[in-house]
């Protein structure tokens, strides 16, 4: 995968949280917001990205794994391992990931056309969550994707898949709580970077043809973990 001016973008990446605050305050008018992005029928290859850590522990394995659009067969998976090196603050937990999530993007062999993000967009205290800010860095289009709401209230959505209502956010919309399953709880789609959150939602729902949550998200959890355990077990038994 190309990712041409990304490292200069980044680097160096901050160490204390003024400075990554400074980083959202610079990036976050770099968000496109407007989209409307890629309809599902016009993505390809989506990307599926989640982070696992070692319990307590600052180790973590970083998971990147494109799925084909329509079959959700896997096209391609990329997993780097290492210690985060950013302090866990609220509000700037994606300063721990990004380094992980981005060299395992360059290490694709393949672009995808949407990012899934394991986590918030819009729906964050700053307007600028992990998707927003993986979204600028890459220039890919973004979305995030929560099990559970960051910020923010929300009216419980209708029973049947694919009712949703507004995430709001001090007076904002900011997402959306989306029934993905038949009586089953939401998740909480927001906007990333690049598509709008009518499409975000309707991409969420096209990548969950069985389960709550995205086969993305699910393809790129087991990857991770699988990464993580399999490093802990060769340290035990060297």
Do not use: N
């Amino acid at each position: 995968m190309s990712t041409s001016g990304v490292s200069s973008a980044i680097e160096p990446w901050p160490r204390t949280a003024v400075e990554a605050l400074a980083v959202q305050d610079r990036l976050r008018g770099l968000v496109d917001v407007v989209g409307p992005g890629p309809a599902p029928a016009e993505v390809r290859r989506v990307a599926g990205l989640d982070v696992a850590y070692a319990e307590d522990s600052d180790e973590l394995a970083a998971a990147v794994v494109v799925l084909d659009a329509r079959t959700h067969a896997v096209l391609a998976r990329s997993v780097v391992s290492g210690v985060a090196g950013f302090p866990y603050v609220p509000g700037l937990f994606a300063f721990r990931e990004i380094p992980a999530l981005l060299a395992a993007l360059e290490r694709l062999d393949v672009v995808p056309d949407l990012l899934v993000c394991d986590g918030q967009g819009l729906a964050h205290p700053r307007r600028f969550g992990l998707a927003c800010h993986l979204g600028v860095l890459t220039g890919l289009p973004a979305i995030g994707v929560g099990k559970t709401p960051f910020v923010g209230t929300y009216e419980a959505p209708g029973e049947t898949r694919g009712a949703g209502t507004d995430l709001v956010h001090e007076g904002d919309v900011v997402g959306r709580a989306l029934r993905t399953r038949d009586g089953v709880k939401p998740v909480f789609v927001s906007i990333g970077h690049g598509v709008d959150l009518d499409t975000a939602c309707a991409h969420v729902l096209a990548l969950t043809p069985r389960y709550r949550l995205p086969e993305t998200t699910r393809a790129a959890d087991q990857a991770c973990r699988q990464a993580l355990k399999a490093r802990q077990e060769e340290r035990a038994a060297e």
